[in-house]
């Protein structure tokens, strides 16, 4: 069971900055160089094709939403 102080606390984290935070996906294409991480082509390209479709997905997503709003 939830104390009043817990309930406070989680209900503070679904707000609006929560909301329109990039979070995970900002991480990904705003992250840094790491030389623990593998640095060949492959994975270049794999990172790359996955950054466009990212765009691609919210590009669309907001299509949809203007054009059944408009």
Known sequence: METKAENNTTRKKTGWKNFFS????????FRGKDSSRPNNINI???????????????????FLILKRLL
């Open 44 to 62: 270049r390209m794999m990172h790359g094709i996955n950054k466009i479709s990212i765009v691609v997905f919210l590009l669309g997503v907001i």
């Open 22 to 29: 990039l979070g995970e996906v900002g991480g990904y294409f």
